[in-house]
């Protein structure tokens, strides 16, 4: 595991990067890739969680520095996540790896198939300014669970999710990223109580994500287009599923 610490710094802060652009986090692509260079599924979730949480908060910083943050539009989702995800990471530990993992390739293809048939209103002046109470409640109790249960953060379930409903995925990126740090560190928790996680992996991980996480979110906000960088994740959490059921077919 030692020899694999570089390796891990550099996924943690490439995906992050990439998948900041996007308002979500990294940890679904970041488990499989960990599990390939050997890392245990069960140590590869908690850390993917922990890395959530990092690199979001890194770009909820720089969304609150430049004052684009819908604190009450996530608010619901939050309180709801944080609630569910440890009963998601209590149940994980009852179930079988390969069940896990057929699960997890499901999340894949459904997460990735949302970011790229489901885009929302075509003009942005259709896009919903409200700041509803039920429908991210029920989003996030659904995105916390699966958080726990996987170790994927949530935000694979929230934009999507948030984008059907009506919502800008601009602003949906910026309130996903506001949301999953919260799902993400209650079911590291849970881990973390269990004993799964590695400490030193962690700190290492941890810095990479935090200014991956940070600088994708800047330069989303000043040169990206969400949308089209929600279609190219969408793109490749299919391919990882595909590759997911080859390898275990």
């Not at 998601?88 to 459904?110: D, M, N, Q, S, V």
């Amino acid at each position: 595991m030692e020899s694999h610490i570089l390796i891990i710094v550099f996924l943690s802060f490439g995906l992050s990067f990439i998948f900041a652009l996007g308002g979500v986090g990294s940890a679904v692509i970041l488990i499989p890739a960990l599990s390939w260079i050997g890392v245990p599924f069960n140590l590869a979730r908690p850390t993917g969680l922990f890395v959530n949480c990092v690199s979001m908060l890194g770009a909820t910083w720089s969304n609150f520095r430049e004052k684009k943050l819908d604190v009450k539009l996530g608010l619901p989702i939050i309180v709801s996540s944080f609630v569910t995800a440890p009963v998601g990471a209590w149940a994980g530990h009852f179930l079988p790896t390969r069940t896990l993992l057929f699960i997890f390739i499901g999340f894949l293809f459904f997460s990735g198939s949302m970011m790229i048939f489901f885009k929302g209103s075509k003009y942005a002046h259709q896009y919903r300014e409200d700041r509803p109470v039920a429908g991210p409640l029920g989003v996030g109790v659904l995105a916390g669970f699966v958080s726990g249960l996987l170790g994927v953060g949530g935000g694979g379930i929230i934009s999507p999710l948030m984008v059907v409903q009506g919502f800008n995925p601009k602003r949906v990126a910026m309130v996903t990223a506001f949301s999953v740090p919260f799902s993400s560190f209650s079911a590291f928790i849970t881990y973390a109580a269990m004993g799964s996680v590695s400490v030193k992996i962690l700190v290492f991980a941890g810095l990479a994500a935090w200014t991956g996480g940070y600088l994708g979110t800047r330069v989303m906000q000043k040169k990206m287009k969400p949308q089209s960088v929600k279609c190219l994740l969408g793109g490749v959490l299919i391919l990882i599923g595909i590759k997911f059921l080859w390898v275990m077919a």
